[in-house]
């Protein structure tokens, strides 16, 4: 069974609870998934990847506990790109896979598209404080480490290379000085009279 994460109106909470979401009232896209056009819910893999919608007043975090052949995962934001640009959608499209194909920090903005009616028994109301345990804090962060992770490992000069370019864009927008020489550079806060010396990219 896969567990994933829903938002639902405050005043939908109990119907959802009681009889569960019917894929043909709550879906919210149909996509290619194989050669098949399928509609879908899509659902998060962790509740706080949505932090406006865990913290609102207004909608309540519920728990599917799924089938594993229902579910697939794809990028959210290949998605949300792809409607501005065709090019990305085929990106998008390809993104989709096997919820148990998936690897966690895959993808920025995993989405689970559930491709079946939920029935009552598979819905439960988050318990923020006592539920089963996330095991990290929202897909974005997990990604991006990921990334820097691979980046870490693969060139030993990848974090002067991320401050330098970092540093310099404060300093074009005039919140550090720069001052250069042949191997390094030294960014200045004069505010804290704190000096910051990176070595130069190659």
């Known amino acids: 069974m896969v567990e994933v994460y829903y938002y639902v109106p405050v005043e939908e909470i109990e119907n959802a609870v009681e009889c569960g979401l019917k894929l043909s ?28 919608k865990y913290n609102s007043d207004k909608l309540v975090c519920v728990k599917f506990e799924l089938y594993q052949r229902y579910c697939y995962v794809a990028d959210r934001y290949l998605y949300e790109a792809g409607l501005v640009h065709e090019e ?33 028994d598979q819905v439960s109301i988050l318990d923020k404080r006592m539920d089963s345990p996330v095991l990290y804090d929202n897909s974005e962060e997990l990604y991006v480490n990921n990334i820097v992770e691979d980046y870490k490992n693969a060139h030993s000069d990848f974090y002067d290379t991320l401050l330098y370019h970092y540093y310099s864009h404060l300093a074009e927008n005039k919140k550090l000085k720069k001052y250069e020489t042949d191997k390094t550079v030294v960014f200045v806060d004069e505010k804290i009279q704190r000096p910051f010396v990176v070595k130069k990219p190659v």
Do not use: H, Q
């Open 88 to 120: 990305i959608m085929k990106l998008y499209l390809d993104s989709i896979m096997p919820v148990e194909n998936y690897t966690f920090g895959l993808y920025r903005m995993p989405e689970c598209l559930v491709t079946s009616t939920i029935i009552g």
């Open 25 to 52: 009232k709550w879906y919210d896209k149909e996509v290619l998934i194989g050669l098949e056009k399928t509609k879908c819910i899509s659902a998060l893999l962790n509740p706080k990847d949505d932090m406006e």
